[in-house]
């Protein structure tokens, strides 16, 4: 499985790695700027990612809008439903606008809010196909 990181908090980026890092090849983009572009580079390398972690709050572009921008690059590329990247928010907010429209008009797989349980986050790996 390949994975990216995307937070701005370096601690947040840290413990997720740590989670990870024995269940997936895991890269690190500290916006959602820099996320929209390693998604973009993986696409075209033809080496997607499997999972995106991504925070909502961040500087340059923030959680939201990079979330509609990835699935669009995999709309662009005729990526369907099936072979789509599993995106979770990851996040401090507990808000039920925020969390609608991660869901509803970014297409988030999942939404888990900080700080993360790894046995909540490696159930949802499962639930979403990722783990054996």
Request: charged residues 30%.
């Amino acid at each position: 499985m390949r994975a990216l990181i995307v937070d701005d908090d370096f601690y947040s980026r840290i413990t997720l790695h740590d989670m990870l890092r024995a269940v997936a090849e895991c890269h690190i983009a500290v916006n959602g700027e820099e996320a929209v572009d390693a998604f973009k580079r993986a696409l075209e390398t033809g080496r997607p990612y499997n999972l995106v972690c991504m925070d909502l709050v961040m500087p340059e572009m923030d959680g939201q809008q990079a979330l509609r921008e990835m699935r669009a690059l995999e709309e662009e590329r005729g990526v369907g439903t099936a072979g789509r990247c599993s995106i979770f928010v990851v996040s401090m907010v507990e808000d039920n606008r925020e969390t609608n429209e991660a869901f509803f008009l970014g297409g988030a797989d999942c939404y888990l809010v900080k700080p993360i349980e790894e046995a909540k986050l490696m159930a949802e790996l499962r639930d979403h196909g990722l783990l054996d």
